[in-house]
């Protein structure tokens, strides 16, 4: 069964601090789906990344990093210089590829609070 | 870019009452999923549609019901609410089926139970 953890349920920094939130998952599928999703107060799901079980090539996007580890089963995420605007819910997401009603399965997410 | 649409955006019921969320996806989308976020809680998964026909089903209670109309649009309908039933509700969308195939979601419902 395919399961995720986001061991850290709640952090904060102060801003232009680095933060990061770790995702650590379990599947037995070779091929699966790992997502990132920001949830502001506001409510909605904001798609960060997707990244495929093949491609372990890390990835940057401006102020976020994603640093994909196989080994570990681990789908870390960096965000470089934190802002207030940061602050939000982030929940990383499995989906299998043998799952093919391709629900999600999310972690419980780490709450991240970027202070002034 | 058109996004999913979900309606309402807030509902408030009594218990024991019936509702119903609509969700229209993304323009050729093809699969809609639905997911509820209890307060504090990651989003379950609750049912999926293909081509208007069901195609997963996850932790759905007995006393909701789902279904996928032929313009692809989607409704879930909960009936006997119950206070437990207050949570966000997340609509996604897809094009075809697959783990490959990236969702949106749409802005959820929240809905309140009193």
């Known amino acids: 069964a395919q399961k995720v953890t986001q061991a850290q349920t709640e952090i904060s920094v102060v801003e232009k601090e680095d933060v990061t939130l770790d995702c650590v998952y379990e599947t037995r599928d070779t091929t699966y789906y790992l997502f990132w999703y920001k949830q502001p107060p506001s409510g909605e799901l904001v798609f960060l990344i997707r990244r495929n079980s093949f491609d372990e090539q890390n990835e940057i996007s401006g102020r976020y990093s994603w640093n994909f580890q196989k080994s570990t089963s681990s789908f870390n995420f960096t965000i470089t210089a934190s802002q207030v605007v940061d602050s939000a819910v982030y929940f990383c997401a499995l989906s299998e590829a043998q799952n093919y009603g391709q629900n999600f399965v999310f972690g419980p997410g780490t709450r991240l609070s970027v202070l002034p | 870019a058109a996004g999913v649409i979900q309606s309402p955006r807030h509902l408030i019921k009594e218990k024991r009452e019936t509702a119903t969320l609509k969700c229209y996806p993304i323009?050729?989308?093809?699969?809609v999923y639905w997911y509820q976020q209890g307060p504090g809680q990651d989003p379950q998964f609750l049912i999926s549609f293909y081509e208007k026909m069901q195609s997963d089903k996850g932790s759905i209670p007995d006393r909701f019901s789902a279904q996928q109309f032929s313009d692809y649009h989607s409704e879930l309908n909960m009936s006997s609410l119950e206070l437990g039933d207050s949570a966000l509700y997340f609509c996604?969308?897809?094009?075809?089926?697959?783990?490959?195939?990236?969702?949106?979601f749409g802005p959820g419902t929240r809905l309140t139970v009193l």
């Open positions: 996604a969308s897809s094009l075809g089926q697959g783990s490959y195939n990236e969702q949106f």
């Open positions: 323009p050729r989308h093809d699969t």
